[in-house]
């Protein structure tokens, strides 16, 4: 059975910074691309970011291009995201997702209906 749990979330101020990861298991890590998606109360959920199964550069929403940092460690089963120069603006709930297998990233990464399966979330709150 897969599991995918996010940790790292929770209260800091505009300009801060937050580091997230995400651990998977019952899944061969290493074959799944990866990415972060973000849900803000009252809005669609949207993607963040996408990293490929062998790593390499990670696709960004242009809303966090500059400020954030995906990144994956195979060997640990963790996905991180790194997010520095926080806005209020980035105020939401964010899941960890899992792509089909051997998937890659592509144009259409940020789409809700490609994961496969998802984390339950954890909750980033940047005040002003």
């Known amino acids: 059975q897969v599991q995918v749990v996010e940790s790292g979330g929770g209260l800091v101020q505009a300009g801060g910074s937050l580091r997230l990861s995400c651990t998977a298991s019952g899944l061969t890590f290493d074959t799944y691309a990866m990415g972060w998606f973000r849900q803000a109360p009252g809005k669609e959920r949207e993607g963040v970011s996408c990293i490929n199964s062998y790593g390499g550069s990670p696709y960004y929403a242009d809303s966090v291009k500059g400020r954030f940092t995906a990144s994956r460690d195979n060997a640990a089963n963790t996905l991180y995201l790194q997010m520095n120069s926080l806005k209020p603006e980035d105020t939401a709930m964010y899941y960890c997702?899992?792509?089909?297998?051997?998937?890659?990233?592509?144009?259409?990464?940020?789409?809700?209906?490609?994961?496969?399966?998802w984390g339950q979330g954890t909750q980033v709150t940047v005040s002003s």
């Open positions: 997702a899992v792509y089909r297998a051997y998937d890659r990233c592509s144009g259409s990464w940020a789409r809700v209906s490609n994961p496969r399966y």
